[in-house]
């Protein structure tokens, strides 16, 4: 079955990679809309909290919706970031991208969670970064890793940025209210993404290409 396809029916498992502010909901939006999700994040402790149906993050009222989905066996995670890219179709980077000291964008979350996807990623997959960086990262910092699987970017896997502009913790502005920014390796698969996120926001926006998308936030 096409990848679209299983966007469009909702057979697609999401993987998201880090449940922190914007990534726990972000998994839970998905899992809430009918999607399977594996939660993937290198703390155990929040791992073995949330597959016991509980929440680490108490400030985003989220408890009862992260109970539901973990319940309904729609949302489970890992700490095995390969394994979890394996079973899944849809792959979305949401790790901190933290400022050194010295005032550097800190990509080393994006570089491991790279490395960790290369172990699993198969064909006709898709990568989404979503964490905030600077135009260049999605195709010269994180491909080539992804890359290393011996797999090639719009060839057979897709790749994206659909970078996060929403705050947490915004009553009045859930991640479903605000508009996304979509830009694909190649236009369908800037086309195949904005089927994914169609599900879980009001309104999508495609722009001609990644860079562009990584410039918009
Ligand atoms: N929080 C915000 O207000 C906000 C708003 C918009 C965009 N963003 C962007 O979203 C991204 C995520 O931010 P956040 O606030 O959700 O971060 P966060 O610190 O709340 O959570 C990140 C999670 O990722 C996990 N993690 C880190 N490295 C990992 C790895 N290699 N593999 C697996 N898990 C890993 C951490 O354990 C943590 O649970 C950042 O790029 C940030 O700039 C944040």
């Not at 949302?75 to 179709?89: G, V």
């Not at 849809?90 to 790790?95: E, F, K, M």
């Amino acid at each position: 079955m096409e990848l679209a396809e299983k966007f469009n029916n909702k057979s697609a498992v999401v993987c998201v990679i880090g449940l922190g502010y914007v990534g726990l909901p972000t998994a839970v939006s998905f899992a809430e809309k009918g999607f399977r999700v594996i939660g993937a994040d290198k703390k155990k402790q929040v791992v073995d909290l949330i597959n016991r149906g509980g929440c680490h993050l108490k400030d985003l009222n989220l408890d009862e919706r992260v109970k539901k989905v973990v319940q309904d066996k729609k949302l489970t995670a890992t700490a095995d970031t390969a394994e979890a890219t394996r079973k899944s179709d849809a792959i979305l980077i949401i790790v901190p991208t933290p400022v050194t000291p010295d005032k550097r964008p800190d990509l080393v979350p994006v570089i491991s969670s790279g490395e960790d996807i290369a172990k699993g990623l198969g064909k006709n997959k898709l990568v989404v970064l979503e964490s905030t960086v600077y135009p260049g990262v999605t195709e010269d910092v994180l491909n080539p890793l992804l890359e290393k699987s011996g797999l090639k970017a719009g060839v057979d896997f897709g790749l994206a940025h659909c970078p996060e502009r929403y705050n947490p913790g915004d009553s009045k502005h859930s991640i479903g209210d605000v508009v996304r920014v979509i830009g694909g390796i190649t236009p369908q698969w800037g086309e195949t993404t904005k089927q994914l996120y169609r599900h879980i926001v009001k309104d999508v926006f495609l722009v001609k290409d990644i860079k562009t998308a990584e410039a918009a936030r």
